[in-house]
């Protein structure tokens, strides 16, 4: 087993791209707080600390050909991938730094200082105190004054249940000496603690839904959320106050609902609305709703934009509708999963919006005039609490400075390409939106065929093929189907891919219209 400053590193991460570390979604995080956001369409610095196999930021790298993105990651293995993602997708705009942080920290490159926008995504509380003091100050080295500041973490208390467990994966691993094993015996324990009945189901209510999780999840993810050994989740009071040490100034979340306490029960409102101080609003707002996993936006100091400034600003964004027409007759259309529980959107008003946008792109200053539900324009900040409801459902995205769409489609070309090879993708870019769009396997398969000219009952044959050369089966309730149902089933998908999943692709400029 190898552990580097407490870190797991036997086996490489995940292969993840995630939406709320886009620059189009950090921009708008900062004027929800009267931030001066980065300049989208000029050529602005990402910096990712901690990129892991690098497609997320190769994702980025090809939606914002205009911008310059650096990855640094201390697995040779990571940057290898991501080194050769990039040149296959011909992205010049993207390089790779294969360092660790305290020697990073000692020695920063040429260059160090000017970035816009940093983001730590999964490492924060995954690693030694030392090493995550030394990630906070490589970030507010890194930033210019006014930059933002990206920082996700496990915290407390939805953790609590799950510390047992995580306990006991590393207590295996001192004696066994090597990652899956470990989790493996941990697992094994904690079934026959549940099959015998232990207090300690009823103690945390939680951790019975947890294992569940567990079996469902994929190895690289698993063996990188429980085997490190300094693995604890944070309080949030603690990670703001460390950051306000180096001038990082909490904004607000990433998880753009979690910005709005409008959404809370009444309850929990009052007892925040006491909460002056934004360490203890937030720790206060955490143990209301149980989190479990935090995604914090900071800025590198203070460089405020005057409110009739921000709200000007905020009234300009467009934003585009990322679903079908008929999807909004869905009973849970409007159904929105919080951390605290499920939110019921008014049905009325969301139809009205989103029937709106199925004209096209609107600004949200003509959404916020227009009647959409009776007769009276919605008041802005009701409007962008809803807004921040859609885009975290990805209901609808916001739509940045137009960009040459020609990299993101290569790049999405390769991506389709080496999921045909047997690569576990499942996202690619969205030029128009700026972020990215989660697809499935075979979808990505569908895709990779219709680019070589696939149409019709031929990309049928060419899903099926593809299919087999990977020694991949089609499932259905956890069976392997196979006759005339297999062919059903394939067909039936086949046509929900040339029906709606590619015109969407289109709309969205992911692919050209001749492709």
């Known amino acids: 087993m190898t552990l580097r400053h407490g870190y797991f590193s036997d086996q490489g991460y995940t292969y993840g791209a995630y939406p709320d570390t886009s620059p189009e979604r950090l921009a708008f995080v900062a004027l929800l707080h009267s931030q001066r956001p980065p300049d989208l369409g000029s050529a602005f610095r990402v910096l990712e600390l901690g990129c892991g196999q690098g497609f997320g930021l190769c994702l980025q790298a090809a939606n914002y050909p205009q911008a310059q993105f650096t990855g640094v990651d201390f697995r040779a293995e990571h940057i290898a991938h991501g080194r050769a993602l990039a040149s296959g997708a011909e992205l010049t705009n993207i ?111 939680g951790l019975a839904g947890r294992l569940d999780s567990i079996r469902s999840q994929p190895a690289a993810y698993l063996l990188h959320e429980y085997n490190h050994a300094q693995w604890q989740p944070q309080y949030a009071d603690q990670v703001i106050r460390q950051a306000a040490e180096l001038e990082l100034l909490f904004l607000g ?15 929990f409102r009052s007892l925040l609305a006491e909460q002056s101080e934004s360490d203890l609003h937030e720790l206060v707002r955490d143990l209301l709703t149980n989190q479990s996993f935090r995604r914090d936006v900071y800025a590198k100091g203070r460089d405020p934009l005057w409110n009739v400034y921000a709200s000007e600003a905020i009234q300009r964004l467009e934003v585009i509708s990322l679903i ?45 005039r227009v009647p959409l539900h009776g007769d009276s324009s919605t008041p802005l900040p ?49 030029p128009r939106t700026g972020n990215l769009m989660p697809l499935s396997d075979l979808d990505l398969l569908l895709l990779h065929a219709w680019q070589r000219g696939c149409r019709g009952d031929a990309l049928i044959e060419a899903l099926s093929a593809n299919l087999q050369a990977l020694g991949r089966s ?26 709606r999943t590619l015109p969407l692709l289109q709309r969205l400029e992911a692919v050209a219209v001749g492709d």
Request: proline share 8%.
């Open 95 to 205: 390089s790779f730094l294969d360092a660790d942080f305290l020697s990073l920290a000692q020695a920063p490159p040429e260059g160090w200082g000017h970035f816009d926008l940093v983001i730590a995504h999964g490492i924060y509380g995954w690693v030694s105190p030392e090493l995550g003091g030394c990630l906070m100050e490589l970030a507010a080295g890194a930033l210019r004054p006014g930059g933002l500041f990206y920082l996700s973490y496990n915290t407390q208390p939805g953790w609590l249940a799950g510390l047992p467990f995580q306990h006991a994966v590393k207590s295996y691993q001192s004696r066994l000496g090597d990652g899956q094993p470990s989790l493996d015996a941990a697992r094994h324990l904690f079934q026959q603690l549940q099959d015998c009945g232990s207090p300690l189901f009823q103690a945390q209510p």
């Open 253 to 267: 979340s990433a998880s753009l609902p979690e910005s709005f306490d409008g959404l809370l029960p009444e309850g």
């Open 382 to 430: 009701e409007l962008l609490q809803n807004v921040a409801l859609l885009l975290h459902k990805g209901s609808i995205a916001l739509l940045p400075p137009a960009r040459d769409p020609e990299p993101a489609r290569r790049f999405n070309r390769v991506v389709a390409a080496q999921v045909a090879a047997g690569a576990p993708y499942a996202a690619i870019a969205l």
């Open 474 to 499: 089609i499932r259905k309730e956890g069976q392997s189907i196979e006759g005339g149902e297999r062919l059903e089933l394939i067909t039936a998908h086949v046509s929900r891919f040339e029906a």
């Open 324 to 368: 079908e027409a008929d999807d909004l007759s869905l009973p849970d259309a409007f159904s929105f999963r919080l951390p605290f529980g499920e939110v019921q959107g008014n049905r009325g008003w969301f139809l009205g919006l989103m029937d709106h946008l199925q004209q096209g792109p609107c600004r949200l200053g003509d959404l916020h």
